[in-house]
């Protein structure tokens, strides 16, 4: 990658990335809090509020458009469904860790390697 990008854009770039990667892995269990088609990679804990969990595979799903547009995540039936597919004890954690870490600056070389990895 060249050294020119700035940092902006590479963050877009590694969402990008990292989306198209949830939306493959997701495609056949269908929006995780109503079962719809899958046509965005929605997250659990919002990039805005927690971007250490931003590219956290857990915190991001499958979602439609309507349950993560319309209706902001769908959030009560969203948690239904990460216990469905994951446990319990993973949502608790995921949880835990959602109220310590809030907050994360990505490094350049952490984007490249999320790239690298879900490319
Ligand atoms: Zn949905």
Known sequence: ???STTLPKLLEKTQKVFNAYIRQRDKELGCISCGAEVEQAG???SQGHHSALRFNPIN???????????????????RQGLVDRYGEM???????????????KWSRDELETIITKYK
């Not at 991001?60 to 969203?78: D, E, P, S």
């Not at 949502?91 to 809030?102: G, I, M």
């Open 60 to 78: 991001t799903n499958g979602q439609c458009r309507r349950c993560n547009m319309f209706l902001h995540g769908n959030l009560i039936k969203y």
């Open 90 to 104: 993973v949502v608790l954690d995921l949880e835990d860790s959602a109220n310590k870490n809030r907050l994360k």
């Open 43 to 45: 997250h659990y804990h």
């Open 1 to 3: 990658m060249k050294k």
